[in-house]
């Protein structure tokens, strides 16, 4: 017997746990949500170089304190060579589109790092699709990605995206639930 397709997916640890939480009806959707904040955290961490985000931050934060409004595009395209090829180039296109639209200093910042996430989350939920769909059946891999969309929507991203930009702490992680009786299962 399988352990199920998730095993196999060929994507970082953090993705493999979303997906078998996403296949297993067990999980709650909350219980999603907080497992793709960690994958997602995992991809910034191997995709995003600490010299990128220190030379976004500085475009915008010098673009909220200018008392005349710079075209921010071609200081922002200056910045791709740094940006890399992952996480770091959508979260680069982001930010473009979020300048062109009139967003600056650090609020659009965060909007720009939030959207790049979330397309992360949904490529994720892409990923995983397709494999369970070569894995497995059609039905499953459709069933996975809308529980992971599902826990996309409530997970907390804009808190993740102001943690990468450094301008909030870690938050310490909650501990684990650890379950001692028959009464403290599965959530009806």
Not at 28 to 39: D, L, T
Request: glycine letters at 10%; hydrophobic letters at 35%.
């Amino acid at each position: 017997m399988s352990d199920g397709p998730h095993r196999s997916l060929p994507m970082r640890r953090g993705w493999k746990h979303v997906a078998e939480c996403g296949d297993n009806r067990a999980f709650a959707p909350e219980e999603i949500s907080r497992a793709i904040i960690p994958a997602l955290e995992q991809d910034c961490n191997s995709e995003i170089a600490p010299q990128f985000i220190d030379s976004i931050r500085k475009v915008f934060r010098d673009q909220e304190t200018s008392l005349f409004k710079d075209q921010v595009k071609p200081q922002l395209d200056a910045l791709r060579g740094t940006a890399g090829w992952g996480i770091g180039r959508v979260m680069l296109e982001h930010s473009i589109q979020v300048a062109e639209r009139g967003g600056t200093g650090i609020e659009g910042l965060v909007e720009a790092t939030t959207n790049a996430l979330t397309d992360r989350a949904a490529r994720g939920a892409r990923q995983v699709e397709e494999h369970y769909c070569r894995e497995s059946s059609t039905p499953r891999a459709q069933r996975v990605r809308a529980r992971i969309e599902e826990g996309i929507g409530g997970a907390p991203i804009n808190g993740l995206a102001r943690q990468i930009l450094r301008l909030d702490s870690r938050p310490s992680s909650p501990p684990t639930l650890k379950q001692k009786g028959l009464d403290d299962g599965v959530k009806l």
